[in-house]
């Protein structure tokens, strides 16, 4: 084999590779999306991890018992769909996990709890329209 030889076959199989590693990205991507299409549910345990993992998240502080709560289930949904891929929205339950919600003195239910890389950066508490939320939410993305 000639030394051209061996720099097209190198040529060819860097770029298969950059091929194959563009394909596996865009699968990671794809399946991330549609992973937290919907709000994801948290508990004391596993909200560190989640808050940490993701650029922006948005966590519902929530109970059963609370009508206002239940006006912005569908809303919340919603907006997980719609935003699906920039940001994260995350339930918690106050009933079930009251560390977390001592944690960060939630006192009322409703209370939206926002984090940007793991770090709390702004705090919305009681219901709201969609209308509301999405603005606020499009000031967090730069829109």
């Not at 298969?16 to 919907?38: D, T």
């Not at 996990?97 to 926002?114: E, G, H, I, Q, S």
């Not at 793991?118 to 829109?143: I, T």
């Amino acid at each position: 084999m000639s030394w051209e030889e061996d720099e097209e076959l190198k040529r060819l199989r860097e770029a298969k590779l950059r091929e194959l590693m563009r394909r596996l990205a865009e699968r990671e991507r794809r399946a991330k999306l549609e992973a937290v299409a919907k709000p994801v549910d948290l508990t004391d345990e596993n909200f560190d991890n989640l808050v940490k993992r993701h650029e922006l998240v948005v966590v519902d502080f929530w109970a059963p018992w609370c009508p206002p709560c239940q006006l912005m289930a569908p809303i919340i949904e919603e907006l997980a769909r719609q935003y699906a891929g920039q940001v994260v929205f995350a339930k918690l339950n106050v009933d079930e996990n009251p560390l977390t919600a001592m944690r960060f003195d939630v006192r009322a239910v409703p209370t939206f709890l926002v984090f940007r890389r793991g770090r709390l950066v702004d705090r919305w508490v009681g219901a709201m329209p969609k209308q509301v939320l999405e603005l606020r939410l499009k000031k967090l993305l730069g829109k």
